[in-house]
T-cell receptor, first 116, second 117 residues
Framework: DGGITQSPKYLFRKEGQNVTLSCEQN?????MYWYRQDPGQGLRLIYY???????QKGDIAEGYSVSREKKESFPLTVTSAQKNPTAFYLC???????????????FGSGTRLTVV | AQTVTQSQPEMSVQEAETVTLSCTYD???????LFWYKQPPSRQMILVIR??????QNATENRFSVNFQKAAKSFSLKISDSQLGDTAMYFC??????????????FGKGTKLSVIP
């Protein structure tokens, strides 16, 4: 079955530590996205990539980094510069802009990151 | 920048009744998409329904329908015959199709819906 997989489901980070969240899709989607979800805040865009080897900052990119070396993979690194990383992180993919119709995003099941 | 506003943080409905969730948005674009996503307690985001701005006909998907008022920039979701499984956070989202930030989803802050047995 085609889908988008995020791992791990739960992640704990110590102060000053970098951690990487995995996101893999087998939908042949061009575009991939990372969102952060906090209570009462909705979803806020961290980074997005419309094509391999290219990515753009979203609204809250500070303290995060990404790479897009393969079409299927879009890992997110939460660096020590992110002062408040405890949140729920959602990865999504879409067909991007190569067709005239758009059907929204497909989301992964999320990663809950907690600072300990 | 586009903004999406959901003015009802929480709502409740009796099982089998009908409920309407509100969403307004602000944009200067003429072509765009609007979406409703559902996030149940599992936290999996599920697409409920989508609407293309150029279509005047309101979208429907089984028990879910929208009232799209383009001039008023309003996009409400009606859930008929509410079921316990409809208990979830509902997010309204906007996507423009041209210019900077195109094909990105901008979300509202969500409405928490509880279906009461």
């Amino acid at each position: 079955d085609g889908g988008i997989t995020q791992s791990p489901k739960y992640l704990f980070r110590k102060e000053g530590q970098n951690v990487t969240l995995s996101c893999e899709q087998n939908l042949n989607h061009d575009a991939m996205y990372w969102y952060r979800q906090d209570p009462g805040q909705g979803l806020r865009l961290i980074y997005y990539s419309q094509i391999v080897n290219d990515f753009q900052k979203g609204d809250i990119a500070e303290g995060y980094s990404v790479s897009r070396e393969k079409k299927e993979s879009f890992p997110l690194t939460v660096t020590s510069a992110q002062k408040n990383p405890t949140a729920f992180y959602l990865c999504a993919s879409s067909i991007g802009i190569r067709t005239g119709r758009h059907y929204g995003y497909t989301f992964g099941s999320g990663t809950r990151l907690t600072v300990v | 920048a586009q903004t999406v506003t959901q003015s009802q943080p929480e709502m409740s409905v009796q099982e089998a009744e009908t409920v309407t969730l509100s969403c307004t948005y602000d944009t200067s674009e003429n072509n765009y998409y609007l979406f409703w996503y559902k996030q149940p307690p599992s936290r999996q985001m599920i697409l409920v329904i989508r609407q293309e701005a150029y279509k005047q006909q309101n979208a429907t998907e089984n028990r879910f329908s929208v009232n799209f008022q383009k001039a008023a920039k309003s996009f409400s979701l009606k859930i008929s015959d509410s079921q316990l499984g409809d208990t979830a956070m509902y997010f309204c989202a906007f996507m423009k199709t041209a210019g900077a930030g195109s094909y990105q989803l901008t979300f509202g802050k969500g409405t928490k819906l509880s279906v009461i047995p």
